[in-house]
C-alpha cells in the first residue's frame, strides 16, 4: 500500500467514523464514492472506522462529563437564589436528576413509584406556572 492510499484511506476513515456520508467522505477526500465503498466492504478498514468512532465516542462522554459537573454546580448555587420560582425549579430539576441517576442504578420495578414521585414534585410542589411547564 503506498503512502499516499494509507493517508487517503485515514482520512476517509476519520470522516466516515464523525458520521460522514459515504459520498462525503469521498468527495472531502477526493476520490470516487465506489473507491470509499469498496473500502467499506475491508474488514481491516471497518474496524479502523469502528475504532475511531469509539474513541470520538469516549473523548465526548468524558467532556459531557466534565460538563456536568458545572451543570450540577449551577443547579446548587440556583437553589439559593431570592427568587422562590428560581430556587423551587432548581430544586425540582434536582430531585427529578437524582430520581433519574437512582432509576438508572436500581433494578427494574422501583421506576413506576419515581414517576409518581416526579407527578407529586410538579403537580404539589411546583408554583402553578411552573407545574404547566414554563420553567
Known amino acids: 500500500m503506498t503512502a499516499r492510499r494509507r493517508d487517503v484511506d ?3 476513515a476519520v470522516a466516515l467514523s464523525q458520521g460522514a456520508t459515504i459520498q462525503d467522505a469521498a468527495d472531502a477526500c477526493k476520490v470516487a464514492y465506489s473507491t470509499v465503498q469498496r473500502r467499506m466492504r475491508q474488514p481491516d478498514f471497518r474496524a479502523r472506522v469502528a475504532q475511531l468512532r469509539a474513541q470520538t ?3 465526548t462522554m468524558g467532556r459531557l462529563v466534565n460538563s456536568l459537573n458545572a451543570a450540577v454546580e449551577t443547579l446548587r448555587d440556583l437553589l439559593t ?10 430544586a425540582c430539576k434536582m430531585l427529578e436528576l437524582a430520581l433519574r ?3 438508572v442504578t436500581q433494578p427494574a420495578g422501583a421506576s413506576a413509584e419515581q414517576g409518581a414521585v416526579i407527578q407529586y414534585i410538579h403537580r ?5 406556572g411552573l407545574a404547566q411547564g414554563n420553567h
Open 81 to 90: 437564589s431570592k427568587d422562590e420560582r428560581v430556587r423551587c425549579t432548581a
Open 101 to 103: 441517576y437512582d432509576e
Open 124 to 128: 404539589v410542589i411546583m408554583p402553578d
Open 10 to 12: 485515514e482520512l476517509l
Open 57 to 59: 465516542i469516549e473523548t
